[in-house]
């Protein structure tokens, strides 16, 4: 039986997914280091609270438990993480751009689109509609190439690490919304490597900084050929 | 019979692996490392025996499985770890004695050896295809502080490369992952085991073809990537050129076999679904891109790990180009040469660390004439050399020969001449410059000692198995592979 | 008859609301600042009196000024009112909304603005051309976003009419509180701040020459026709926050012609606007003025938002 009725469940979860998109946007529109931290923060919030929608609304344990999941490792563990490397390595706390913010929002406005494109055939199927979380397709992939996006045109080493957490985030949104998650056991595992992923590319951070005296990674060119 | 296996093989590395994080001396590093891979071998060999006896072997709930296909990766894989274990030891030491890395960093290797090694068998084992996923990913973070184990600007920056770029192609496999998850939930309900790959193969006509294509796309970067299919290989050169040499072995010859399995997998599962021309036509094209790709960078190179490296890119285009024809014969072909690769890629990087180790460098033009310097590993460095480009009698002759006669055969005839033009091509270079490295003036240079008895023999019997399998496969052997062979075939 | 009457009424009606109530509107602007500063402030009717002072007093033209200079005020003035004819404030449709739709809004807009720049240059004084190239190249990015932000609405409804648009709204409160629908209100606030020349792109109440925009351009207005010209800005503000209050919250408005209705809308359309001004009197007190160059992506922001926002119409619906 449906605890929450379905007119406000599609649209707190279409306005969820948006607010993850819009996340998205503004961590390409932001200078400072200690700002991305705190938009992926808020975007795992946004995505812990749209698959609390779905667990409630299903009944789902698994989703629940990846809800846990998500607040406890993406928006609490690894931005503390995140913000610790940040303090400790005392850069400069501006992010350094190779495609400047006006072009980069343009740029990635067309991957909204492309990825609406993208998305259509995986609509079409047949069944796809027996699910009211479909149409949320989109915005996960635009995430996910946002957040690849991010990684290409973003210099700093700890950027690169929030644009791919942002496309795990994309990543997770897409399975919400097609398949309402994978397995609860295989959604346990990804949880665990992107911590421990996380905690690896956070130490290599410290460890970088250390020999280059500098986290920007157009320094590191030593190896050619 | 199947737990007890199943559980050998996972838990024997993971127990090593805590052991080694826990243990304080040299001795008991090296000993429970050497115990430990080797059990983990014999438990593969058992498997593959048994797997023979039976066909398949799972576990009750079905989340682990093995069939001749996993069991003969298992082999290969547990194999190349022991052998890598046996050469870690002469060669750290070698370290340990000239100072240059911490009991630390010593204990901290042969821990992450041990989870590297659980990760790759976790993969092989999988009958879940996201674990198979988790598993490839973990293999990627047990590895990033082994390529960083020098800690120098260069290790480091490879180590970062690596890890990037081995994630994010790894988060657009996941996709595929998810988009295959779709297909067959939408068919069989979120409450059946539909991730697993036995169900997923019983209802694989009934998938959407149209979103089965679209995830083997994300599927064939992704764990492309991985296994270092050209656009996606820029990594490999680094993380193999600055990894300690036992580790760039090990890369080379377990890590790619795991992750092409993975995209076997996948690939058997499309061609199930819509039929083998689709994931033909992508593969032929990897695959030839990364043989023609890997070229001029072997013919320039100065870097003797990163040769190897490109050796390797190569080496995986012709892999995956053999699945991607698609007939057994092929099929027969690389898995066949995925064995040889192995072996042989083990023995090259074996025999390039103990040349780093007596003439410090690992660039080419530094290191000559070295059959007089250390002719035990010039001579067994040149018989890999042979054995790379596929001069017969070695082993790797016999699959590239498969491999062109499939070609040939179904009638691919364009992409297999180019194939062969440039393994020739290939050959021309590989032998350049290890003659000039093996045979160049030795004048100034004393005689050395040519690494340990136990890296000694261990070298001689990578070189024997090469001239084995080239010669003649043993029955067993023939008939896993024959198996294996099956299994693709759907 | 009747109906000229009441169409008669309505413009009036209409018209008063608006060039009444917006030097209201700066008021409590300018009082919720104060407050939030912890000083007492202007009384909010403070701004009537500053217009009629203006009024009274002597224009001072600069000799080197053209006919454009004295002919701009009441440009402005004109055209701001025709506006006023074409936005919904307290009912809809409004008796002459088909004179024009949005894109007439945003054209008119572009019309006082230019002229204000045309005049900004025409007196030669250094600060005048500055000004007009900084809020040239402002409206550049702003009146893209504004338009599309609308557009997303307007997609909604199916026209590009105001009164039509907001009508079918008020009709269907179903459709309004979706995904696109509260982009396109970020969007459009974010126009509205840089339109009415508010913090954090423009400073009102400041003349320091490495910031000001606005009051660059209309430094060498005195008198009679900075009364004109202030007046025209505090309708400007007015429209733009009843675009907001009516596309997005359209509760309360009257679309029959009742005395309650209309009362009610009244009242719900005074409290709707004196929301909106705190609104942007607490995102002016909160925020520091952006440096010039920092400006255009925060504009690049509303704009993105804006295109997003009718993206998102055509994937998530509305």
Known sequence: MPIIDQQTLVRSVDILATGILVTAFLIISSKSLTFYVRLFAFQSILLGMLSLVIAVRYGETHILTAAVLTFVVKAFTIPLLLNKVIDRIRVRKEVDFSINITVSLIICGAIVI???????????????????????????????LIGLFVMISRKKAVTQIIGLLTMENGLFLSGLSITHGMPLIVEVGIFFDILVAALILG?????????????????MRSLRH | MSIVLFSLLLGIPFVSAIVCALSPGRRVLESVTATGTGLTFLSALVLAHEVLKHTFLSSPNAFFYADAL????????????????????????????????????????????????????????????????????????????????????????AAWKYVIICSVGIALALFGVILTYFSSVTIAGSSSPSLLWTTLMIVAKKLDPAILRLAYVFILIGFGTKAGLAPMHTWKPDAYGEAPAPISGLMAGGLVNVALYSLMRFTVL????????????????????????????????????????????????????????????????????????????????????????AYHSKIMRRIEGAVHVVPFTATVFLIGVFAVTGWPPFGLFVSELTIVTAGFTAGHFLPTIVFLVSVATVFVGFIYYASKMAFGSSEGRERQIDSTPMTRILLAALALLLLCFGLLIPAPLMTLLRNAATVMAG | MNDIITNALLLILQLGV?????????????????????RRGPSIFQPYADLTKLLKKEVVISENASWLFSFTPYLLIASTLVIVILVPTVFAPLPFHWIGDIITVAYLLALGRFFLALAGLDTASGFGGLGS????????????????????????????????????????????FNPSHLLAFVALFIV?????????????????????IHEAMILEYSGRYLAFIEWASQMKMVIFLSLLANLFFPIGLATVLSPAALGVSIVAFVAKMTLLAIGIALVESTNAKLRLFRVPDLLMTAFILSLLSLILYFIVGA
């Open chain 1, 114 to 144: 492309l990825s609406n494109s993208v998305a259509q055939p995986i609509l079409q199927v047949q069944r796809a509609g027996s699910l009211f979380t479909t149409k949320v397709l989109p915005i996960s992939i635009a995430v996910m």
């Open chain 1, 203 to 219: 130490l290599f951070v410290f460890r970088i900084n250390k020999s280059f005296e500098t986290i920007d990674i157009a320094a």
């Open chain 2, 70 to 157: 996993s069991a003969l990766l298992a082999a290969i894989v547990t194999g190349s770890a022991f052998a890598t274990a046996l050469y870690s030891f002469g060669y750290l030491n070698a370290h340990v004695a000239a100072g240059t890395i911490s009991a630390g960093q010593l204990r901290l290797y042969y821990a992450l050896l041990n989870v590297f090694l659980f990760t790759m068998v976790l993969v092989l084992l999988s009958n879940n295809l996201g674990f198979l996923w988790i598993g490839t990913e973990a293999t990627t973070l047990a590895t990033a502080f082994l390529v960083a184990f020098y800690d120098t600007k260069r290790s480091l920056e």
């Open chain 2, 270 to 357: 499309v061609n199930k679904a819509v039929g083998h021309e689709f994931t033909s036509t992508l593969l032929i094209i990897f695959g030839l891109g990364s043989i023609i790709i890997a070229v001029p960078f072997i013919l320039l190179q100065q870097n003797i790990k990163r040769l190897l490296a490109y050796s390797s890119v190569e080496h995986v285009g012709i892999i995956a180009f053999a699945i991607g024809l698609a007939t057994p014969l092929a099929y027969l072909g690389a898995l066949l040469h995925m064995l040889n690769n192995a072996i042989v890629k083990l023995l090259l990087f074996f025999s390039a660390g103990n040349l780093r180790l």
């Open chain 3, 18 to 38: 608006t060039v009444l109530m917006a030097p209201f509107i700066f008021g409590i602007i300018k009082k919720t600042k104060a407050r939030i500063q912890n």
């Open chain 3, 133 to 176: 190239s900084r809020e040239m190249s402002i409206a550049s990015i702003v009146e893209p976003a504004m338009m599309l932000s609308i557009f997303a609405v307007a997609v909604t409804a199916g026209s590009t009419n105001l009164s039509i648009v907001v009508r079918s709204l008020s009709t269907t409160p179903a459709s309004i």
């Open chain 3, 192 to 212: 509205t701040i840089a339109e009415t020349g508010r913090i954090p792109v423009d400073n009102p109440e400041t003349h320091l020459e490495l910031t000001m």
